[in-house]
């Protein structure tokens, strides 16, 4: 199926420690995102590697580390994880040369940190 | 800050009717798009339009574009109980690469 895909679904960790979130996209867009969704619904830009180049870093605490070892693929690394990093995070791609259409979504991974 | 700011919150209504949901942004634009989110799911792009254009229909969605108010609404025609779901308008604006804001959201309930 063409979908952009995350792993994991779920993910519930102790406070302190270090996680990691995967994403692959097969429908061969240039560029892919990571967003954070809160409990509020509010969803937060975070990255964006266009052709394995960060273009877009918001402010985000440097425990957040994206890392795109080729255009299909966007992992977000999370070290010292703290009780305000729980949330939903988005994976998302698009096709940013040429016509642009619009992002396609993962499905999310809701972390917990307790 | 937010660059879409989406009315009303909530909005809960009967199978069959219109749903009108609005959207108002700050910035110039290159398009706008809105999605909807289904509960515990990613989100889904509906439909985009762009800076140029004032009207475009997709099925039973219809989407306008005021620049001047910069401002636009989604119209739902003839709602149905699948069409319960948050919708979220989404602003692409100048400046280099492509990066799309969220909107804060819409609440949408269609009651069988």
């Known amino acids: 199926d063409t979908a952009v895909s995350q792993t994991p679904k779920y993910l519930v960790t102790q406070m302190g420690n270090d996680k990691s979130i995967k994403c692959e996209q097969n429908?061969?867009?240039?560029?892919m995102y990571w967003y954070k969704q809160d409990s509020k619904k509010f969803l937060k830009i975070m990255f964006s590697?266009?052709?394995?180049?960060?273009?877009i870093n918001e402010t985000v605490p440097n425990r957040f580390s994206p890392k795109s070892p080729d255009k299909a693929h966007l992992n977000l690394h999370i070290n010292s994880l703290e009780l305000g990093d729980s949330a939903v995070y988005f994976c998302?791609?698009?096709?940013?040369?040429?016509?642009?259409?619009?992002?396609?979504f993962g499905s999310g991974t809701r972390l917990t940190v307790v | 800050s937010q660059q879409g700011e989406e009315d009303p919150q909530a909005l809960s209504i009967q199978e069959g009717e219109n749903a009108t949901m609005n959207c108002s942004y700050k910035?110039?634009?290159?398009?706008l798009q809105w999605y909807r989110q289904n509960s515990g799911r990613g989100l889904v792009h509906l439909i985009l339009?762009?800076?140029?254009?004032r009207e475009k229909h997709s099925g039973r969605l219809r989407v306008t574009l005021d620049t001047s108010k910069k401002s636009s609404s989604l119209l739902i025609t003839a709602s149905r109980a699948a069409d319960t779901a948050s919708y979220f308008c989404?602003?692409?604006?100048?400046?280099?690469?492509?990066?799309?804001?969220f909107g804060t959201g819409t609440k949408l309930q269609v009651i069988p």
């Open positions: 998302a791609s698009s096709q940013v040369s040429g016509h642009p259409y619009g992002y396609t």
């Open positions: 429908l061969g867009h240039d560029t």
């Open positions: 910035t110039s634009i290159n398009n």
């Open positions: 989404a602003t692409s604006y100048s400046g280099g690469y492509q990066k799309v804001t």
């Open positions: 339009i762009r800076s140029n254009e």
């Open positions: 590697y266009n052709n394995k180049e960060l273009i």
